[in-house]
């Protein structure tokens, strides 16, 4: 596998939307009181203010309304360090989804309100690509902009391109969100093509399924019992399909309950197949980004190590601590991280 480490002083690109996040209080069901706790989110908007927090320069690319919502998101994110200065303003809305956090047996449950929102109605031409790539290295982007509206599929069919003209590496998340997919192209029609671009690829099983139709028989998405030799196999179907990649990440979440989930992941990069430390998550506190910190720590981590096994450890731990923190954005240090792998999940106080 092609190594990134001479890409860490360069800058990080994501692109997609920030929404505004609405969620019950506690676990509680919507409206059971009066009220919604109000944060920001969205998959690309987290991985840049992960990789932020591990001391990378990161830019956030979007659009947002000229409306005190729309800065609100934006002063959120400079919060964290990240460089807002490519985002456009234009456009009315700002998307929002709701959350009703799960518990037990009772699953966490999502509803968007994204139609027509500033990202949705961009346009590719409404970005400049020179400025967005000037200094950049990498782009990540995911499957859920692709999914809200046929011009989020071609904006990011266009962020592709205009990265590989550069030669900037691009990462992808597939995020299949059934939900969104409703303006008329299924999911595999978009995936297919956009994954052709994509030199590291990071997913679930039900996302390989779901996105690209990529399936190993044996592997139930629903069952909750994951088998190590599937995992081998799907991503070396992957890889087969996909030869522009240089490795897949795929994680592997397996759910007792809606608070308690053991969690994993396994790499391909070609040459080898590993499996991470496997981490049992007895009481999740916020399970929402978990994917997208994985992300970001994956990112991370083919920028800091040679070796790919210290990239997945890297990027399984970081996912592991965000389920102990409240919000999307994964609010943990490089060294807290590091701490995680080198054994110190005691989580006893720091004096």
Not at 9 to 21: H, Q, W, Y
Not at 48 to 76: C, D, K, R, T
Request: glycine share 10%.
């Amino acid at each position: 596998m092609a190594t990134y480490t001479d890409k860490a002083k360069k800058r990080i690109v994501t692109l997609g939307e920030i929404m505004l996040r609405l969620k019950s209080p506690g676990y509680e069901r919507f409206f059971q009181s009066p009220m919604l706790e109000a944060t920001f989110g969205g998959g690309e908007a987290n991985v840049a203010v992960s990789l932020a927090n591990y001391g990378y320069e990161a830019s956030f690319v979007s659009a947002l309304p000229a409306n005190p919502i729309g800065q609100a998101a934006i002063n959120e994110l400079r919060k964290y360090g990240v460089d807002t200065s490519r985002v456009i303003r234009q456009g009315s809305r700002v998307g929002i989804y709701y959350l009703e956090g799960g518990a037990n047996q009772r699953a966490s449950n999502v509803v968007y309100d994204r139609s027509d929102s500033s990202i949705a109605t961009a346009k590719a031409s409404d970005f400049d690509w020179d400025s967005i790539y000037d200094g950049a290295g990498w782009l990540h982007i995911t499957g859920i902009t692709p999914a809200v509206s046929a011009q989020g599929a071609e904006l990011s069919l266009k962020a592709m391109e205009e990265a590989k003209k550069r030669g900037v590496v691009v990462s992808m998340d597939l995020n299949y969100r059934k939900k969104l997919w409703q303006y008329g192209k299924t999911a595999q029609e978009v995936m297919k093509e956009l994954v052709k671009f994509v030199d590291v690829i990071i997913a679930n099983e039900e996302d390989c399924q779901k996105s690209l139709g990529v399936e190993v028989e044996g592997i139930e998405v629903e069952s909750g019992e994951l088998s190590l030799d599937h995992y081998r196999k799907l991503t070396d179907k992957m890889l087969e399909l996909y030869p522009g990649a240089s490795c897949i990440a795929v994680t592997m979440r397996e759910s007792h309950s809606a608070d308690h989930n053991d969690w994993s992941a396994v790499v391909n990069d070609r040459k080898t197949f590993h499996h991470s430390k496997k981490y049992p998550i007895k009481h999740i506190i916020d399970r929402v980004g978990g994917g997208d910190s994985f992300s970001g720590g994956l990112i991370c981590g083919l920028l800091s190590y040679e070796d790919i096994r210290d990239s997945l450890e890297f990027a399984v731990a970081a996912s592991c601590l965000k389920h102990s923190v409240l919000g999307d954005f994964n609010l943990v240090s490089r060294k807290e991280v590091e701490g995680l792998m080198g054994g110190d999940g005691s989580g006893r106080v720091q004096r």
